[in-house]
Every structure is written in structure tokens, then in C-alpha cells.
T-cell receptor
């Protein structure tokens, strides 16, 4: 079955601390993975995708096929990073499966 | 920067009535999607649309639902005979100016909050 699991509903860290939002997926084929973010009162928007291998707003995510994970990391969290983060799996067709989301709260 | 727009932002409908949710995707995009998010739950895929036909649909997208691109700019989701459990936020998204590459990042609208009474 195709599934995306984000085990943490809420993650609270202090400003300047490292942050890791976990994402595991279940898919037998070759996955396309994304992180989407929704800031307060804004629309859902793409943060990054694994295929582009880039760092956006200091965030990176590495696809680990052995562990079927795509964790999102940032070495030093900022208050403006507070948002809802969704990991998403595209199955090579026209369907995208979202995880339940993790709310990141960065405390001053 | 072009955006996906959805109307209305909030729709209140009596149970059993039909409702049409409207979306204007980004103009050069080729792939269109509807998702829903029931309060407190995850974003769920409903349907994708490409080349004027449904490409894929989830088990949620039963005969009660239909999609249409009536005029080359709007992309609508129709829900017939609405039920209380249809109450949710409905998101439209579009992607892809490159043909035959559906795995391009999706651009989302602000959503329509549908409340069934």
C-alpha cells in the first residue's frame, strides 16, 4: 500500500536549535517525494522536492531508500519557520499522497 | 506571480443539495487536482485531470463527485446530494507546463471551506 507517515503531530524547538521533521513512506516503485509547507493564513506551497537536491530557506531533505525516509532538516531553526509541514509522495502517475502533517513551533 | 484561485472561499449548503466548487488553475498548467481536508485530518487526494479527462481518482471520488473543465480556464468539482461528512476544506491544485511529466510541483489554491448543514 502507498502511505506517508509523519509520526509527530507537533514539534516544538527553541530558536537556533536543530530541527528534524520525520517522514517515512511506503511505496514499491520509484518515489517522487516533496515537502510542502503552510504558514499561518497562507496557502499550501512547495518547500522542496528530493529530485532537485537543493536547500530552501536552510532546509534540506535526503531520500533514504533503504530506510524509506525523507526527513526534513534545518541546523538552526528560526521563528519564521513555524508552520505546518507536509511530506508528500507522488507515485509516478497522477496521484499525490500526503502525510498527516507536523506542526513546527519555534520558540523565541 | 500567477496563482490558483478558488471560489467561493466558504460555501454553506443544505444536506442533499448539489454544490459546485470552482477553480481557476495557472494558465499554462496541464494537470489539475482536487484534494479535501476534513477538519483535523490529513490532506486527501480526490482526483487528477489531464488532457480533458480524469487521470486518476481515489476511492473517495465516487459517483457523487464529478469534475469538469468547461471552458478551458475553469476547473470545477461538483458534489451531488451532499452529506454531512462532505464538510471539509477543498483544495484545487495545478501543475506542469511540461507535457507528460505529472511529477512537477503542485500549486495550490486557498481552498473552499464547504459546510453541510
Amino acid at each position: 500500500a502507498q502511505r506517508v507517515t509523519q509520526p509527530e503531530k507537533l514539534l516544538s524547538v527553541f530558536k537556533g536549535a536543530p530541527v528534524e521533521l520525520k517522514c517515512n513512506y511506503s511505496y514499491s516503485g520509484s518515489p517522487e517525494l516533496f515537502w510542502y509547507v503552510q504558514y499561518s493564513r497562507q496557502r499550501l506551497q512547495l518547500l522542496l522536492r528530493h529530485i532537485s537536491r537543493e536547500s530552501i530557506k536552510g532546509f534540506t531533505a535526503d531520500l533514504n531508500k533503504g530506510e524509506t525516509s525523507f526527513h526534513l532538516k534545518k541546523p538552526f531553526a528560526q521563528e519564521e519557520d513555524s508552520a505546518m509541514y507536509y511530506c508528500a509522495l507522488s507515485t509516478g502517475g497522477f496521484k499525490t499522497i500526503f502525510g498527516a502533517g507536523t506542526r513546527l513551533f519555534v520558540k523565541a | 506571480e500567477p496563482e490558483v484561485t478558488q471560489t467561493p472561499s466558504h460555501q454553506v449548503t443544505q444536506m442533499g443539495q448539489e454544490v459546485i466548487l470552482r477553480c481557476v488553475p495557472i494558465s499554462n498548467h496541464l494537470y489539475f487536482y482536487w484534494y479535501r481536508q476534513i477538519l483535523g485530518q490529513k490532506v486527501e487526494f480526490l482526483v487528477s485531470f489531464y488532457n480533458n479527462e480524469i487521470s486518476e481518482k481515489s476511492e473517495i471520488f465516487d459517483d457523487q463527485f464529478s469534475v469538469e473543465r468547461p471552458d478551458g480556464s475553469n476547473f470545477t468539482l461538483k458534489i451531488r446530494s451532499t452529506k454531512l461528512e462532505d464538510s471539509a476544506m477543498y483544495f484545487c491544485a495545478s501543475s506542469g507546463s511540461a507535457d507528460r511529466d505529472p511529477n512537477q510541483p503542485q500549486h495550490f489554491g486557498d481552498g473552499t471551506r464547504l459546510s453541510i448543514l
